[in-house]
Structures are given as structure tokens and as C-alpha cells.
């Protein structure tokens, strides 16, 4: 069974997936600022965040900071490949 872009049930699903996109767009506008707004001033200077890799002893912590970086250089790197492909 193949697709084309002129099956109804797949223009439905398209719409469908349009809408529901702008629906959440316009939601994530909206409550953005209330949730930034909620933050306390000092949130990301605080003295006394949580650090909870520096109360691991050193062979845990390790390894477990190379595995938080990679996976957060896998999740950029991915965000920057959905950027620049189709």
C-alpha cells in the first residue's frame, strides 16, 4: 500500500498534526513567562543547589559526569542535525 499526498485519511492526519502543532505553540507562549516568572531570583546563583554528583565518592562521580555530558552532547548534537536537516 502506498501513500500519496493526495489520500484523504493522510491530508486528515496532516491537518491533524498542523493544528495540534500551533495548539501547543501557542500554549508553550502562554505558559512560559508564568513558570519563568515563578523562579526565584536567585535560581541559578544559589550557594546551596543541590549538587549531587559532588556527594558521590569520586568512583561513582566519574563516570557518571562523562555519561551526563555525553548525553548531553548527543541531545545538541541532535538538535542541531533536526536544524540544518529535512
Known amino acids: 500500500m502506498s501513500l ?3 489520500d484523504p485519511v493522510l491530508e486528515g492526519v496532516l491537518v491533524a498534526l498542523a493544528v495540534s502543532s500551533g495548539v501547543l505553540l501557542l500554549l508553550s507562549a502562554v505558559a512560559l513567562p508564568g513558570f519563568i516568572s515563578r523562579l526565584p531570583a536567585d535560581y541559578f546563583t544559589h ?14 562521580a566519574v563516570p557518571l559526569l562523562i ?16 536544524l540544518v536537516l529535512p
Open 47 to 60: 550557594p546551596e543547589r543541590n549538587r549531587w554528583l559532588s556527594t558521590l565518592p569520586p568512583h561513582w
Open 4 to 6: 500519496s499526498i493526495d
Open 67 to 82: 555519561v551526563k555530558n555525553g548525553l548531553g552532547l548527543i541531545l545538541a548534537g541532535a538538535g542541531l542535525l533536526m
